[in-house]
């Protein structure tokens, strides 16, 4: 069982930057593949980013590429996304999930995950 914990969700202007984080309990924490998505009012959640258990593979939606990038301390128990040049479109409920996986394959559809937080919402002003 994992547990997951975000936070760093807040209100930022267009092209400001901010970090999320993410907390996991337990220590089969770096047994677990890490993804990030995030939902929007009215749409479905959407894949952001992922990273295996080692953090030697990473994979990002298109969407973000080039601004988002995703990190792991598995001493720590938690997982980052550090989000750049934040657009409007960017807005939404930001949700941490983990996989127990030890392939560098990471899934992108919601449905391959085991264990989700709660959110952080992230606000994007234009």
């Known amino acids: 069982q994992v547990r997951l914990v975000e936070s760093g969700g807040g209100l930022v202007q267009t092209g400001g930057s901010l970090r999320l984080s993410c907390l996991a309990s337990g220590r089969t924490f770096s047994d677990h593949l890490m993804g990030w998505f995030r939902q929007a009012p009215g749409k479905e959640r959407e894949f952001v980013a992922g990273i295996s258990w080692t953090g030697s593979s990473t994979v990002y939606a298109d969407s973000v590429k080039g601004r988002f990038t995703i990190s792991r301390d598995n001493a720590n128990y938690t997982v980052y996304l550090q989000m750049n040049s934040l657009k409007p479109e960017d807005m939404a409920v930001y949700y941490c999930?983990?996989?127990?996986?030890?392939?560098?394959?990471?899934?992108?559809?919601?449905?391959?995950?085991?264990?989700w937080g709660q959110g952080t919402q992230v606000t994007v002003s234009s």
């Open positions: 999930a983990a996989k127990r996986e030890f392939t560098v394959k990471i899934p992108t559809a919601p449905g391959e995950y085991h264990y």
